[in-house]
């Protein structure tokens, strides 16, 4: 990974903002992801996100912290919370604006236990292929406090196979829709690319059932997305 995300984080931090990100995918074409995003307070924050903020309790792990900014409320708030990213610019972006507890540490290296998991901005993209959902499931239902949850936002994203007349033009015989190639490029330095998953709510469930876990639907967004909660 050559961390052109981090980059574009340090820039932004450090008073370089001059472009956004710039993403695509195997099935869409190119669109710009605003570094200020990446910097939201809570007020800027979807609804998915500032409820799913509500709903955290105890010892807390933000994966995939990227600036830190779920991790800085939850401090504000009073929460201990541990905040991890593989992306070292991340991290030193969330060190610095004052996440107390922050380290360049993928998921699956966890072995601290928490009350709750946060997984957000398309928590399920870290499990990167529906083959994988399990592995990352039950390791994540491995860091559980007895009472503990997982909460954690994605999208059904079958609209976007969608054709000018309504029809779906997914293959069937292909791999699960959701499962997308990501490419991401910014000041014209274009990252590795890397696979993101999108899971629909019952696939997400169905993956839960087989491995002795609850998951409700907690809320819906306004474009397919939704944030579910995993015990
Ligand atoms: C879409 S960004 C979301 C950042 C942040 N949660 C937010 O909402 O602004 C996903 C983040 O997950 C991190 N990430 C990807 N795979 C990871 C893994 N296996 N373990 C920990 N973090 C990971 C990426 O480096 C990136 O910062």
């Known amino acids: 990974m050559k961390d052109v995300f981090g980059k574009a984080l340090l820039d932004y931090r450090n008073n370089n903002y001059s472009e956004d990100i710039i993403t695509w995918t195997n099935i869409s074409d190119e669109d710009e992801l605003p570094l200020p995003y990446l910097f939201r307070t809570y007020k800027d924050m979807p609804k998915l996100e500032q409820h799913a903020l509500q709903l955290a309790k105890g010892h807390i792990l933000d994966v995939g912290c990227g600036a830190g900014s779920h991790s800085l409320y939850l401090q504000e708030k009073g929460f201990s919370v541990k905040a991890i990213d593989i992306s070292q610019g991340a991290v030193k972006v969330a060190q610095e ?83 997308l190639d990501y490419f991401l490029s910014y000041k014209g330095e274009k990252e590795q690319p890397m696979k993101w998953l999108y899971l629909d709510f019952d696939t997400l469930k169905t993956a839960c059932d087989t491995l002795g876990l609850q998951c409700e639907l907690v809320m819906e967004g306004e474009h397919f997305d939704y944030l579910a909660r995993i015990y």
């Open 97 to 179: 604006r004052g996440v107390n507890n922050v380290s360049q540490t993928a998921i699956l290296d966890v072995t601290e236990t928490f009350d709750t998991i946060l997984l957000l901005m398309n928590g399920t993209g870290i499990f990167q292929q529906l083959s994988q959902v399990a592995i990352y499931l039950k390791h994540l239902k491995s860091l559980l406090n007895p009472n503990g949850q997982i909460l954690i936002d994605s999208s059904d994203i079958s609209y976007m196979y969608e054709d000018d007349d309504g029809g779906l033009w997914i293959d069937t015989n292909a791999n699960y829709f959701g499962e």
